[in-house]
Structures are given as C-alpha cells and as structure tokens.
C-alpha cells in the first residue's frame, strides 16, 4: 500500500508510519490537507496525520479537514513518545549559540520554550510546515546562521548536530496520530504496541435547549461507556454553534453504542460514528534504521 504522511521524511508523522506499516511505501505530502487530497484522489490507500498533542492540544486543521471536507473512516490510531532536539549544520558545531534564527513546527518551538528562553534568548524563531521541514531548511542553506528544533530521524536523514538534546519543557510528551482509510480495511491487532479499541463520534446538539450536553453525557454515562475525551468545535455557521467530538473506549458493537446514538437522535442530536478502530501506543525510543549522518552533543 501506499501511505500519505505529513512530509518530509523524518517528521515525527513518519516515524508513526515506519513503527506501524514498516514494509508499506511511505509517501511524504507537504501539508495536511495535501494528505488529504491524495487520499481523496486516490493516490494513497491511507493517510496517517497528528490529531492531538498533549501539550498544545489538538491539530485545529484536521479535525476540521475530518468534519468538514472530507468522509474517510477513522481506522487506526497510534500514540507516541516526542522528544524534541536543537540541532546545526555541522559547521556550526562549535559555535551553534551563536545563530541569527531557530526554525520550527509552531508546536515544537511553544514545547521548547523554556530553552529557547535560557539558552537562545532573544533570538527569533520562525516556523515552518513540520520540524523536519526545518531541519531540511538548515542542512540546505549551510550559509544561514540558524538552528532547527527537530527529532533525533531528522538529525540522522539531514547530516545535522545535535548540540542539545531532550529541550522539550514537560518529559510527558506525546502525540497521537490517526490512520484514514479510502476503502475498508483493518489493521492487525497482533502486535505488541496494541492498547484497545476506541469508537469516536460527532455530536450536535439540538439548539437552545436548557441541559442538552447533560442529556448527552448521560445517554453514555447510565450504558457505563467510558469516554476517554470530549471536545467541542465550531460548526463554522456562527458564534455559539458547536458540535462535538467524543471519544468512547471500546469497539463498536451491536447493542450499547448504537443504543446510545438512537437515544440522542431521540433528544434531537445530530451523531455521526467517524470510526472504531484498534490503537496503538510507543512506550519506548522508536528503533529504526539509521542512514548514519547524525553528530551527537559528543561529537561537537
């Protein structure tokens, strides 16, 4: 198969992709609604883009790509570690604190705030489409005084040093990726990274009415679902207009979830299932090949 990834390579998207299709052909893509895009003109049989970080929230564009744009199927779902690294061109080992700019994703610079403020302060930072796309910017114009904060793939695929590792504020750091499907398909369960099933659905509620979010939340609580997350989003119609999106922590079944969906429509609720699906979570540094172009802190 083909699988769409958030490019280019060495993105932590990629290294969601290489730890759960190793033997499929990755396919970077420059932005997520180009992942998107392909998927939709049937140029990848999947798509694997970030839905959620655990320090700055949820990915805004592909929860609104997912409602608004397209209808792929939810198929997968993995979680993993991120560990985020300053990193230079190898000329500018020695003297790496002495840099004009630092590129990143706008997330992974809002990570690293406390080191940019230590360590860099008051050197700007711009950001850019993913941080291996800011690692590919460094390693390309070795005359720019810059830096890049990226992970350690990028360092290895780009021939870039990292002079600082682990900059990253919190420890607990991590990002959940989805897998979207353009036909139905199933990933195999047998691996050890397998954690459970997850079933999530949409939720708009019926306007102006007193106590509808508690009806909701009820229709779920009294079927004992456990729900692992609830998130509202604006319907883009006006101020005040949300839906919501709400994750339940088991496999779609015949009786209990679809019970849950004929009573909200019952109160008036609009329920789309935008899938049930295995997911998957790293515990651990992802091992994968590497090309052998990376300088460690100890080889500056």
């Given at each position: 198969?083909?699988?769409?990834?958030?490019?280019?390579?060495?993105t932590?998207?990629?290294?969601a992709?290489r730890?759960?299709?190793?033997?499929?052909?990755?396919?970077?893509?420059s932005?997520?609604?180009?992942?998107?895009d392909?998927?939709?003109?049937?140029?990848?049989?999947?798509?694997?883009?970030?839905?959620?970080?655990?320090?700055?929230?949820?990915?805004?564009?592909?929860?609104?790509?997912?409602?608004?744009?397209?209808?792929?199927?939810?198929?997968?779902?993995?979680?993993?570690?991120?560990?985020?690294?300053?990193?230079?061109h190898?000329?500018?080992?020695k003297?790496?604190?002495?840099?004009?700019?630092?590129?990143?994703h706008s997330?992974?610079?809002?990570?690293?705030?406390?080191?940019?403020?230590?360590?860099?302060?008051?050197?700007?930072?711009?950001s850019?489409?993913?941080?291996?796309?800011?690692?590919?910017?460094?390693?390309?114009?070795?005359?720019?005084?810059?830096?890049a904060?990226?992970?350690?793939?990028a360092?290895?695929?780009y021939?870039?040093?990292?002079?600082?590792?682990?900059?990253?504020d919190?420890?607990?750091?991590h990002?959940?990726?989805?897998?979207?499907?353009?036909?139905?398909?199933s990933?195999?369960?047998?691996?050890?990274?397998?954690?459970?099933?997850?079933?999530?659905v949409?939720v708009?509620?019926?306007?102006?009415?007193?106590?509808?979010?508690?009806?909701?939340?009820s229709?779920?609580?009294?079927?004992?679902?456990?729900?692992?997350?609830?998130?509202s989003?604006?319907m883009?119609?006006?101020?005040?207009?949300?839906?919501?999106?709400?994750?339940?922590?088991?496999?779609?079944?015949d009786?209990l979830?679809?019970?849950?969906?004929?009573e909200?429509?019952?109160?008036?609720?609009?329920?789309?299932?935008?899938g049930?699906?295995?997911?998957?979570?790293?515990?651990?540094?992802?091992?994968?090949?590497s090309?052998?172009?990376?300088?460690?802190?100890?080889?500056?």
């Amino acid at each position: 198969m083909k699988i769409g990834f958030l490019g280019p390579r060495a993105t932590f998207t990629d290294i969601a992709v290489r730890s759960l299709f190793p033997d499929e052909t990755a396919v970077p893509h420059s932005t997520i609604p180009a992942c998107f895009d392909a998927l939709n003109e049937n140029e990848i049989e999947l798509a694997v883009v970030p839905l959620e970080n655990a320090l700055e929230g949820s990915v805004n564009i592909t929860l609104d790509y997912l409602i608004h744009e397209v209808e792929f199927p939810i198929v997968g779902e993995l979680t993993a570690p991120i560990r985020q690294h300053f990193m230079v061109h190898p000329d500018r080992c020695k003297e790496w604190d002495k840099i004009d700019v630092v590129y990143s994703h706008s997330h992974a610079i809002a990570q690293c705030h406390k080191f940019l403020h230590k360590e860099l302060k008051g050197i700007p930072c711009e950001s850019t489409t993913s941080t291996a796309a800011a690692a590919q910017y460094v390693k390309e114009n070795p005359d720019l005084r810059a830096g890049a904060i990226a992970n350690e793939l990028a360092a290895d695929v780009y021939g870039l040093a990292i002079v600082k590792e682990d900059i990253h504020d919190f420890d607990f750091n991590h990002t959940k990726f989805i897998v979207l499907s353009n036909k139905e398909l199933s990933i195999s369960e047998d691996r050890k990274e397998f954690a459970g099933h997850k079933t999530t659905v949409m939720v708009t509620l019926p306007a102006d009415r007193s106590g509808a979010l508690h009806q909701v939340l009820s229709a779920f609580a009294w079927r004992k679902l456990n729900l692992t997350k609830i998130e509202s989003r604006p319907m883009k119609t006006g101020l005040g207009n949300y839906f919501f999106i709400i994750d339940v922590d088991m496999k779609l079944d015949d009786v209990l979830i679809p019970g849950a969906v004929a009573e909200l429509e019952a109160l008036g609720c609009s329920v789309k299932v935008l899938g049930s699906y295995p997911y998957f979570q790293l515990h651990n540094k992802v091992k994968l090949q590497s090309v052998g172009k990376a300088l460690s802190p100890t080889d500056c």
